[in-house]
């Protein structure tokens, strides 16, 4: 473990054991401060911690953060021999509930889940865990099956050429190719990163999983638009009605997760609101990050 003070924030770095395996996180901010943590789980599945590290802020207003990359990916434990069977939703919610018990933060949480992290959230805050005290589900689908058919609207409108060009290669089973990875490039401006350049936190997370897609290919595809992994048919639709702290619904006005696949959580959560940001896609947190903040503090000290 380390710890290294900022002018503002104390940051604690380390790993906790989950089973044979590691997990490893960062708390910044003081986790006995009085508010509960806000744990911060990415997407992917498969990517990492790094595309959300300015979540960090938070922890100058009193909250503090804590980041964690899932097994498979970053600095946690890498097992690229496992096949698709060893990479379930319950492995990762496992994993979940083993770093909030390792940190001591089991009775007095709130999660923060963006894009596949938003459906493991909402399936953990189904179960009514106890020490839950609030919920934030950004830039996420409700089911991966919505996910496919609003994917088939948006790249319908793509530049001439390039759907094409994509559903070749797909079809083909050839979507290693170059000619491929430049094909998705309109798709990733449009819908998931429309900052240019890239920030190099969102660079960061995007070639730890280029350097070991392990996770990503298994569970997801070889794209954000084409997912022929084990979460194809998966949804959490059926447990929203389950979810009983108020929970932040957050996405993009250009978002992948278009409103089609983000309004379940609007209406099956009880006690849901729906904030949309009008010059973001899917990482409003990088694309207006003033407003994110504004956003996030709001629901912050409104409920806790």
């Not at 083993?98 to 992290?117: E, H, K, M, P, V």
């Not at 099956?268 to 899917?282: K, V, Y």
Request: proline residues 7%.
């Amino acid at each position: 473990m380390t710890v290294a003070a900022g002018s503002q924030r104390t940051v604690t770095k380390g790993t906790v054991p989950f089973g044979e395996y590691q997990t490893w996180y960062r708390v910044t901010g003081d986790l006995s401060s009085g508010n509960p943590a806000v744990v911060v789980v990415h997407g992917g599945p498969g990517s990492t911690h790094d595309y959300l590290q300015n979540m960090a802020v938070l922890a100058d207003h009193g909250w503090p953060v804590v980041h964690y990359d899932q097994l498979g990916n970053g600095g946690s434990t890498h097992l690229p021999g496992r096949g698709a069977d060893f990479w379930t939703v319950d492995l990762f919610l496992a994993e979940l509930d083993n770093l909030l018990t390792r940190l001591d933060i089991a009775d007095d949480y709130i999660l923060f889940g963006q894009s596949w992290g938003g459906l493991l959230v909402a399936r953990h805050a189904s179960l009514k865990p106890a020490g839950l005290r609030g919920l934030v589900i950004a830039n996420a689908p409700a089911s991966y099956p919505l996910w496919l058919q609003e994917m088939e609207v948006l790249r319908a409108q793509l530049p001439p050429g390039v759907n094409e060009t994509l559903l070749r290669h797909e079809t083909a089973g050839t979507t290693d190719s170059e000619e491929y990875y430049e094909a998705m490039g309109p798709f990733y401006d449009r819908h998931v990163c429309r900052l240019k350049p890239w920030p190099r936190d969102y660079q960061a997370s995007f070639y730890e999983v280029y350097n070991d897609p392990t996770v990503y290919f298994a569970m997801n595809g070889p794209s954000e638009f084409h997912v022929i992994g084990t979460l194809r048919d998966w949804g959490v639709e059926d447990c929203l009605p389950d979810i009983e702290v108020p929970t932040l619904v957050l996405s993009g006005r250009h978002d992948e997760a278009t409103p089609v696949t983000v309004r379940p959580y609007a209406e099956l959560i009880p006690r849901a609101r729906w904030e949309i940001f009008e010059d973001s896609s899917h990482l409003p947190h990088l694309e207006e990050p003033e407003r994110f903040v504004e956003v996030m503090l709001g629901y912050l000290r409104q409920g806790h």
